[in-house]
């Protein structure tokens, strides 16, 4: 099965919960133009280490979006544990004086994509989400995900036809 997946950086997004239980926020992680770069490397690199098949990519300051296959809602759980925190390692890595600072919050939210409608639907979301942030983060946002981050996932994801016609060979 296929889910378009979305989760945010550390303090990015104030949830319900935090306002009923009248949690402070920090200061959120605002991702530059090359952090999202090294993000989604980071991503796409954690995928293919522990053979998770993510078909459609996008990130943006505050969040990330993709599309991912998983089986189970267990092995997505799993799944987005590795990707988030590959990246989150590299990001600590590259930010020697701020590792106690966290990337992402810890949850995540998730859909799974049912039919073919749901998938397109889904893939040209991901693939323009940037365009509906960039009068939020300017249009060097534009720039970023169009000259980098797309051609990247691009030559990185694995094709739906491929998830699907050979599913024992990943996620």
Not at 3 to 14: K, P
Not at 72 to 94: D, P
Not at 106 to 124: C, G, I, V, W, Y
Request: hydrophobic share 40%.
């Amino acid at each position: 099965m296929l889910w378009l997946l979305t989760f945010v950086t550390h303090n990015a997004r104030v949830s319900e919960r935090m306002k009923e239980y009248k949690v402070r926020r920090g200061n959120p992680v605002v991702l530059t133009s090359q952090e999202q770069v090294r993000v989604a490397e980071a991503i796409l690199d954690a995928a293919e280490r522990h053979h998770i098949a993510v078909s459609a990519l996008n990130v943006l300051p505050a969040h990330v979006h993709l599309i991912i296959a998983a089986e189970s809602e267990g092995v997505l759980a799993e799944n987005v544990r590795k990707l988030k925190g590959y990246s989150a390692h590299l990001f600590r890595k590259s930010h020697p004086s701020t590792t106690d600072t966290k990337l992402w919050a810890p949850k995540f939210n998730r859909r799974p994509l049912r039919d073919e409608s749901a998938l397109t639907s889904a893939t040209h979301y991901v693939y323009q989400n940037h365009l509906k942030h960039a009068q939020q983060w300017g249009e060097a946002l534009i720039e970023t995900c169009e000259q980098h981050i797309r051609p990247l996932v691009d030559s990185r994801c694995v094709p739906i036809a491929e998830i699907f016609g050979d599913s024992t060979a990943r996620g």
